[in-house]
């Protein structure tokens, strides 16, 4: 079975490695990125099936990202997950309007993380299936 | 006569009683002269006693008139007076009724003009109630404006005029002017236009006007209270808010960027810890690894907490050090291992250089530790990925000069003065972007100071820094050769 491609955007090393940690003994292939635009990079390079994504980051905050995604063709219905920190919320008009229904606030389990990649995932997989019928 | 001999004034009712007296007095003399040759003893008795009942008669009525006299006299000196002054009215000496209504007379005009003295006192010292409460407005630092039915300003102190930095020859003096007017440059008029221009609504309301886009251009609290429901007349207090603003904004910033502080190793911890719970095929090196990775973050945590207290005793002016011997080489190895979690968060290249023989100082250690770690964490926060970071240490014999050098986003030399405001964060989006309190400067710079040291500071924009912590040697105890 083909390994799930995840990207991790969080620019804080030190929880990345450990969400990297648990992604792969999840069984994902995972890239990192420490900003935005090293996320569409990586993007550039090759696709992915999720993208878990820090809010608050350096250069393209995680935000700029989302809604320069969700307007760009290839990458409209790409799974996010969205992490923000607890008290920083963003208006749920403003999830809504991204298609951002996961959202993940730190401090998080990284169990609670591991759920979440795969439920995006399986309703990806499933959205794909039904459009393509 | 004795009548005349008291009197020697010229009035009229005077000159009628010595004229009588005399007359009397004549008539007496001349019966006797007739009667004293042609007529008896008895006649001569009957004339005597006549003439003593004439001289009795006169004295009485001497007395009688006596303070009718002495009136007449002050009277007659009044109407050769200029002017008439309570002064110039005088007491009678004489006792009857006539002299007690005088004197009460008299009496009552000078109290009268000690009560018209008293009064003019108060009012040069005090002005009347309505110059009392003009003074007590144009003092006051709010504005306050009424307004007619029709939203124009009938009246307005002159705090508005300075509050809102209008041109007196431009602004106000050119007739009655909307109230709203006095706001057209503000930047949020547009979505208050309404209620200033609402003249029908009674009810009290409160809103905030913006002088420009940021706080700092100025922020207005405006108030309107109906004065009459009536005529529609409304009072308008118009405050200046701005320094409020900011301290709260300030304020938010700090609780913002201390959650964000504090949130951070919180996470790490948390998400590390359950891993290890997790259990499974971890293997004993990453095990390893990930309890050190719980450790230095539970120790990033202690530090986030003291330099929290050391802010809180900075801001309360009671910062105080606890000295003792230190070695400055282990001080500088205690620094690097406390920076190792933050230096593991970015790709950059550190480099220690501690020369030998360093001099032990007699400082406060954990004070001078925090103030490095903060002077290193500005250096890590804000140079990219790549850059390097080193810190150095030297002394001579004067000073002993710990420097931060990194090759960071650097400041611009406008910036550099501030930088040790407390709160003060830079413009540059490149700050703006990565939290914090705005406090590590100025708390390392007071650290410094109560040491007899400073902070120097060398920068060049989008090249890198230089902070140089230099404390006098005065505190070392040089370590024999």
């Known amino acids: 079975m083909t390994r799930r491609q995840v990207i991790v955007a969080e620019d804080n090393r030190v929880l990345q490695d450990v969400i990297r940690f648990n992604l792969v003994r999840a069984g994902f292939d995972v890239r990192t990125a420490t900003e935005g635009g ?23 905050s995680g935000l700029e990202l989302c809604i320069h995604l969700r307007s760009h063709p290839d990458y409209r219905d790409l799974p996010i997950l969205f992490c923000t920190a607890k008290g920083l919320e963003i208006d749920p008009l403003t999830l809504q309007d991204l298609r951002l229904p996961a959202i993940l606030c730190k401090p998080f389990s990284p169990r609670a993380l591991i759920e979440k990649a795969h439920e995006l995932i399986r309703e990806s997989v499933v959205a794909a299936q039904s459009h393509s019928n | ?52 009942l004439v001289l009795m008669g006169g004295w009485a009525l001497q007395r009688r008139l006596a303070t009718c006299i002495e009136i007449d006299r002050r009277l007659t000196f009044l ?27 008299v009496d009552s005009a000078c109290v009268q003009r000690l009560l018209d003295d008293a009064q003019h006192l108060i009012t040069d010292d005090h002005p009347n109630d309505d110059s009392i409460a003009e003074h007590v407005l144009s003092t006051l630092s709010d504005g306050i404006c009424v307004t007619d039915s029709t939203g124009c300003v009938l009246w307005q102190n002159g705090a508005v ?67 009459s429901e009536a005529e529609l007349t409304c009072l308008w207090t118009v405050r200046d808010i701005t320094q409020q603003k900011l301290s709260l904004e300030t304020r938010d910033l700090f609780v913002t960027a201390a959650t964000h502080e504090l949130r951070t190793p919180l996470c790490n911890i948390r998400a590390y810890a359950e891993t290890l719970i997790a259990g499974g095929d971890i293997d004993p090196t990453d095990e390893r690894q990930f309890l050190n990775v719980i450790l230095s973050e539970a120790s990033r945590l ?36 406390s920076i190792r ?18 001099p032990e100082l007699n400082v406060d250690k954990n004070k001078l530790l925090a103030a490095l770690v903060n002077l290193l964490g500005n250096a890590i926060k804000y140079t990219p990925d790549g850059g390097k970071i080193g810190l150095e240490a030297e002394h001579d014999g004067h000073e002993v000069r710990f420097h931060v050098v990194d090759t960071g986003i650097g400041i611009a030399p406008e910036e550099i003065p501030k930088l040790f405001q407390r709160f003060y964060r830079s413009s540059d989006p490149r700050v703006s972007d990565i939290q914090g309190t ?10 410094a100071r109560l040491h007899g040291g400073r902070i120097d500071v060398a920068s060049e924009l989008n090249k890198g820094s230089r902070f140089s912590l230099i404390l006098p040697t005065a505190l070392a105890k040089l370590t024999p050769a």
């Open chain 2, 161 to 227: 005029a300075s509050l809102l930095n209008l041109d007196k020859l431009n602004d106000i003096d050119c007739g009655l002017r909307p109230f709203h007017e006095l706001f057209r440059s503000f930047s949020n008029l547009e979505s208050h236009r309404s209620f200033l221009t609402d003249h029908r609504t009674v009810a009290p309301m409160t809103f905030e006007l913006k002088r420009g886009q940021s706080t700092v251009d100025g922020v207005f609290r405006v108030s309107r209270q109906c004065l």
């Open chain 1, 38 to 60: 090293q996320v569409l990079q990586l993007l550039k390079e090759s696709p992915a099936d999720l993208l878990i994504t820090d809010c608050q980051m350096p250069g393209m």
């Open chain 2, 341 to 358: 979690p933050l230096l593991d968060q970015k790709s950059l290249e550190f480099e220690a250089t501690i020369p030998p023989r360093l």
């Open chain 2, 79 to 105: 109407a050769g007076c200029p002017q008439v002054s309570p002064q110039s009215l005088k007491h009678v000496s004489t006792s009857d009724r006539a002299a007690t209504g005088w004197n009460r007379l």
């Open chain 2, 1 to 52: 006569m004795s009548t005349a001999t008291v009197v020697n004034s010229g009035s009229p009712l005077l000159r009628n009683t010595i004229a009588l007296h005399a007359a009397l007095g004549l008539m007496s003399l001349l019966a006797a002269t007739i009667f004293v040759n042609s007529a008896d003893t008895r006649i001569l008795w009957l004339l005597s006693i006549l003439m003593a």
């Open chain 2, 302 to 337: 202690d530090r986030i907490i003291d330099d929290l207290l050391s802010i809180s005793h900075m801001q309360a002016g009671s910062m105080t050090l606890d000295r003792h011997e230190t070695q400055i080489d282990r001080l500088m190895r205690e620094v690097q291992d």
């Open chain 2, 438 to 447: 705005g406090l590590g400067l100025a708390f390392a710079q007071d650290v």
